[in-house]
């Protein structure tokens, strides 16, 4: 549907998938993005917490989109595992119909690494491969999956945003697995734009946000800077919204003007 100006005011008859929806951003988007799915879509939620994601589906129930009848499919895995990964594209492939006009993925799973240890100390690479796994690798192979799973065909939008950071441009001292693995995950899409222009995608970098993956990384980072940086912009109360940061995520997805791969951050727009 289009306003009189011609600008989209939603997000279409979707298969929507969001990764890390238990807690944080993703629920935050789960909730806000629900509202702008047209009836007979289904929205798809992944995360290990089972008992964080039956809450949330709950919430959405008695939403207004729940109301209408959107079907919302839980999915309880790590997503650091194959078995994970794949449980999700198997209840991407059980929630998905004929009448759905667009696919929406969006990888937003991850986790902060170890913030309070310097690199001379990551000698083990079972710790740095757990950690790329779940950061690098299963974004790559569940789009990857997905793109498998729902082709293109003519009628089909298919959109795939993954949630980046300032931290995929810009090194933070005694953050090396989060610099790296946001790094790299964002090359993952840029590589993804540039070999399938009939997809649109995104790295959106959603701003410093007051979810549980700050509380930690202001309290265990062991780069003083940083420390104090986050924790001044916490005690003055800049650190956002996850409402405020989706409300911007979802302006890009219905003006759908970026250009695809780029990396754009909340501050940008
Ligand atoms: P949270 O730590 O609050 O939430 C992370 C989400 O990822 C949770 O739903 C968690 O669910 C899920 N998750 C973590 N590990 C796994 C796993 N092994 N398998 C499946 N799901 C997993 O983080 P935020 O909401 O703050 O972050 C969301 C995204 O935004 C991340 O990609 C983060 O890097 C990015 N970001 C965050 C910023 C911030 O300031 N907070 C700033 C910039 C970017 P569960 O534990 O139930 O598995």
């Avoid at 999915?75 to 009448?99: I, M, P, T, W, Y």
């Amino acid at each position: 549907m289009s306003s009189p100006a011609g600008r989209r005011t939603d997000l279409g008859r979707a298969l929507c998938v969001i990764t890390g929806a238990s807690r944080g951003f993703g629920r935050a988007l789960a909730v806000e993005v629900s509202g702008l799915l047209k009836p007979g879509s289904a929205l798809v939620v992944a995360a290990r917490s089972a008992e964080d994601l039956r809450t949330l589906q709950a919430d959405l129930a008695e939403s207004e989109a729940g109301r209408a009848g959107l079907m919302v499919q839980r999915v309880a895995a790590d997503l650091g595992e194959q078995q994970g990964v794949d449980s999700v594209v198997r209840a991407c492939k059980e929630a998905f119909s004929e009448d759905i006009d667009h696919v929406i993925l969006v990888n937003n799973a991850g986790s902060l690494g170890d913030v309070s240890r310097y690199i001379p100390s990551f000698t083990d690479m079972a710790e740095v491969n757990s950690y790329m796994s779940l950061n690098v690798i299963s974004p790559l192979c569940l789009t990857a999956s997905i793109l498998q799973a729902f082709p293109q065909r003519p009628g089909l939008r298919r959109t795939v945003v993954n949630i980046s950071s300032l931290c995929a441009v810009q090194p933070f001292p005694s953050w090396v697995l989060y610099c790296t693995g946001k790094a790299g995950r964002d090359m993952t899409f840029r590589v993804l734009a540039e070999e399938d222009p009939d997809l649109r995608v995104l790295n959106y970098a959603p701003g410093p946000l007051d979810t549980a993956m700050m509380r930690d990384a202001i309290s265990t980072a062991a780069d003083p800077t940083i420390k104090k940086t986050y924790g001044d912009m916490h005690a003055k109360g800049e650190i956002l919204t996850c409402e405020a940061s989706c409300t911007k995520l979802i302006k890009l997805l219905l003006e759908d003007t970026y250009k695809s791969g780029a990396h754009v951050d909340f501050y940008d727009i």
